[in-house]
């Protein structure tokens, strides 16, 4: 392992939208030590906290045609049939809803779940739910994505949720994704969910722990199926 990997395990990247908020933090920090010195400790606590909240860890995703990766680092919260949002012009048909929940401790930088060119891109305001709460999907700020692929239309939506005041979209209609490609972050706190092809099989359930970029959470072309269920036999 060279210096530079071992560096890179050790110091995570932090994204470019977390430096005005660690910059808040550091000056926070310097007027709370000087008007009593455990003020500065909270202050310092808080700003260290904010660096993790916005790392960008270096991910290795899977690559094999057909594979959905999930989009978020969280819990899965749900996996069930249901309505697409209606902004993105999709049949009105449900499908295969697979959602991410991210607490205040998970990486905030979302990743494209497959490749493919974005259809439509929506932002909708609304509410700040709880974004573990199902209506959240309804009634809470959101921004979708319907991405055109080789096996279907998926979409994804960054849904902002109870303490999550801003969605960050980084890509714009007609952009071509990579899998695992970034194309947004929400700070603090909120969920995203994956519309599949209502025929998909989830490979994941609820109370599993996910991984953005790396977690497979379904496979369109069905071979990933046929793998698990070769090597049980």
């Keep these: 392992m060279s210096l530079v990997d071992s560096v890179r395990k050790v110091i995570v990247p932090i994204h470019k939208e ?11 920090t310097i007027i709370l030590a000087n008007l009593w010195s455990p003020f500065g400790w909270i202050g310092a606590i808080i700003t260290v906290w904010i660096c993790y909240f916005f790392r960008d860890p270096i991910r290795v995703t899977p690559q094999r045609e057909g594979l959905v990766i999930s989009p978020a680092d969280g819990n899965v919260s749900q996996v069930a049939l249901a309505l697409p949002p209606p902004e993105l012009d999709l049949p009105a048909e449900p499908m295969m809803r697979i959602s991410i929940f991210m607490n ?105 722990t996910a991984i953005a970029g790396e977690t497979v959470l379904a496979d369109m072309a069905g071979n990933e199926l046929l793998a698990r269920a070769f090597r049980a036999i």
């Design 18 to 28: 977390g430096y005005v908020f660690i910059a808040i933090g550091l000056v926070a």
């Design 104 to 208: 205040v401790f998970d990486c905030h930088v979302n990743r494209s779940p497959v490749p493919g060119r974005i259809l439509k891109m929506a932002y909708t305001p609304g509410l700040f739910l709880n974004a573990e709460l199902d209506k959240a999907s309804d009634d809470n700020e959101r921004n979708a994505l319907a991405i055109e692929t080789t096996a279907g239309v998926v979409g994804v939506v960054q849904i902002a949720g109870l303490i999550a005041r801003r969605i960050v979209p980084f890509v714009k209609e007609g952009d071509l994704l990579g899998t695992g490609d970034r194309f947004g972050l929400i700070r603090f706190g909120s969920r995203v969910d994956v519309y599949l092809p209502a025929h998909v099989v989830p490979l994941v359930g609820p109370g599993q």
